[in-house]
């Protein structure tokens, strides 16, 4: 005999549980009974052969297969969402675009001012870079931006371009009007570098020193335009690249500073499913790279031709 199906509800019931913590709770955000609610989950984890949570008097916590369950029960949920919103969408098309936080607020601008004007209805979602991967893969996203490498499989990539990293500072920084600057003059400055990878780890140990301030340590952040705004408004020197801090380069809100950061670069690209390449949305953003290269200052000559790598 086979087993019961999962219904879309028990994932719902699940998917409520899991973010509330709570039986009690889920059972009130979705008007349904306490025990309607707790029989759902019995059922499921019945189902399934595992254990979801942990109960206990102050409520429930997901266990390790509970953690790994949700993460397929939300993809279901949204992609389930998703349907329902393309076929709801009666005159224009819909585009999920996806990036990671550290980089959706200086491409999803550029990306919506391609698209502006058209029958395109986008709705931009913020994902680490492996999530971005997985909605492009499971279908819950058509399109994205990464700073990474071409990825593997059936996912395509166009090369942006890479952008380099700069220091930035406050024009009113004391080391602003310099004109050659070693790492180790800036050891009594307070200094932000914005943690892309590995790399930037080794980059964050480069302005160590061993004449720094105990209260001047150097600090790592996953957010660049956050280091840009501090580096603007309470005298960090931020270490970005430069496609975060552009906008302020050129209305002479930041100055750049001369450190030799020619080693370090971060490469920029647009990626797409393969099921999603005839998409309107997605061929109109691939048309209009280089208003979207233009956008985030990438000189010509450190990108790639339109080309398609995948």
């Not at 949204?78 to 999920?96: K, P």
């Not at 990108?303 to 995948?310: C, E, I, N, V």
Request: some cysteine; hydrophobic content about 45%.
């Amino acid at each position: 005999m086979a087993p019961p199906p999962i219904e879309t509800v028990d994932l719902q019931v699940f998917a409520a549980a899991a973010r509330l913590g709570s039986f009690a709770a889920a059972a009130a955000d979705l008007q349904l009974s306490g025990p309607s609610v707790s029989t759902r989950l019995a059922a499921l984890e019945r189902r399934l052969g595992i254990s979801l949570f942990e109960r206990g008097a102050r409520g429930s916590v997901l266990t390790s297969a509970g953690e790994q369950f949700a993460d397929y029960a939300r993809r279901c949920l949204r992609l389930l969402d998703e349907a329902v919103a393309d076929l709801g969408t009666e005159h224009s098309q819909r585009l999920v675009l996806a990036a990671p936080a550290s980089l959706g607020s200086s491409v999803f601008p550029p990306a919506l001012s391609v698209l502006a004007e058209r029958p395109i209805a986008v709705h931009c979602q913020v994902a680490h870079s492996d999530e971005v991967l997985r909605h492009l893969r499971d279908g819950t996203a058509h399109a994205g931006f990464l700073l990474a490498n071409p990825p593997d499989g059936d996912v395509r990539s166009v090369r942006i371009g890479k952008s380099g990293i700069v220091a930035v500072c406050h024009p009113g920084h004391r080391l602003a009007g310099r004109t050659r600057l070693r790492f180790d003059d800036l050891t009594d400055s307070s200094v932000l570098v914005y943690r892309w990878g590995p790399a930037a780890e080794s980059l964050a140990t480069v302005f160590e020193h061993p004449r720094r301030p105990a209260d001047r340590p150097v600090h790592t952040i996953g957010l660049p335009m956050t280091a840009v705004h501090l580096a603007a408004t309470n005298g960090y020197v931020a270490v970005v690249p430069r496609f975060a801090a552009a906008a302020l380069l050129h209305n002479g809100q930041l100055r750049a500073l001369p450190l030799p950061l020619r080693d370090w670069t971060v490469d920029i690209r647009f990626v797409h499913s393969a099921h999603a390449s005839q998409r309107p949305g997605v061929t109109a953003l691939l048309e209009g790279m280089p208003l979207i290269r233009q956008a985030l200052a990438m000189h010509p000559a450190a990108t790639s031709a339109r080309a398609q790598d995948r």
